[in-house]
């Protein structure tokens, strides 16, 4: 029986990747199938092993991570190793963190000069480049989850493009569709104490600034409708709260939710105008839910959106103005948007992301 190694640094339960690892180690049949981690939740298909990932300093635990999971993979030798981390001892890397070069490229320009001048200083993003430009010379096979991130690695790297599989993500169509979408609207606007002739916004995603909170926070200020902003996520909430106080504008912070369904059956629309993302699982799970999506061009979610259709995309991430217009311009028609949104995602359930990854795995065990 063949060996498959799969790399990740820990679990985190509120994170898409451990749902789709968790699919993919279930797809994955006749394999003994070996779970490497700091830290993980049991699954009686695979045998994990604990790497040591403890470290006084990001960049440290990075080094060492890495470090530790080659050490174990020598002694297990598997035929084939997946890792969904930035390390440098796998076969197949599924770049479900997008480009690092390409995100501090982004932020310089947003950040301004000098802060933009530190991230070259900073060992945490030095580690990541170095390590970064090792796995993409290095690894045989890439997985990235968009286009997007994918020409950002032949831009940044100059890697062969035939070495890179592009596969979307997945969503759980069992957990995310519209039915029940009216009693749980109801049931959430009764808890919440929300109006019905008040409009609900959706944000979910831990990262604020890089996910752009700050942004709909100014444009939330702008929009011609009553309305409040629902936060899901995990973050220091301080500053932003601050913004909506001087700004005038209904925010509630919910926090990281694992009862987020209520909150997209609830939302008229969803949000997200991230800098960065090489594929938000939150956007595929909104539309899954029927609740109308609006996001920016620097999501790789984007390419599986129709503008106008099944969702509406920004071309300036950074500009409210923008913004507030196409929430203002959405909200009327959020029903109609949002039922061709699902009707889009039942295309991408996480069954199906998690097989055509197995079914690479298996053709590269083939091939050795």
Known sequence: MKRIALIRKQYDPFGGAENYIDSLINN?????????SSRWKENPRATHHTVDAASL????????????AARVIRH??????VSFERTTCQDIYRAGDGCHRQWLQIRR????????????FNMLHRTLLSIEKELFKGTPVIITNSNMVK????????????KINVLYNGVDLDRFNPSGRERLSEEFRREFRVKDDTAIVLFVGSGFERKGLAVLIDAMGR???????????????????????RLGVRVV???????????YAA??????????????????????????????????????????????LLDDMTDPAELSGKIDKTIPIHGRLGQMAAEKARAYSIERAAGQFSRLIEDYCLRR
Do not use: Q, W
Request: with cysteine; aromatic share 8%.
């Open 253 to 263: 912070f919910a926090g990281a939710r694992r009862d987020i369904e209520g909150f």
């Open 28 to 36: 994955l049949n006749g394999y003994e199938i070996h779970m490497l």
């Open 109 to 120: 320009l947003t950040s301004g000069r000098l802060k933009g001048l530190s991230f070259h």
């Open 76 to 81: 297990i030798g598997p035929d084939c190793t």
């Open 151 to 162: 020409e950002n690695i032949i831009e940044h790297y100059a890697v062969n493009e035939e």
């Open 223 to 245: 929009i011609n409708v009553p309305a409040v902003l629902y936060v899901a996520g995990r973050g220091r909430t301080g500053k932003y709260e601050a913004l909506a106080r």
């Open 267 to 312: 939302a008229d629309v969803f949000v997200l105008p991230t800098l960065y993302d090489p594929f938000s699982n939150a956007v595929l799970e909104a539309m899954a839910s029927g609740c109308a999506v609006i996001t920016s061009k620097n999501n790789g979610a984007a390419e599986i959106i129709e503008e106008g259709s099944d969702g509406v």
């Open 57 to 68: 300093s990001s960049a440290r635990s990075v080094i060492k991570f890495n470090r530790n």
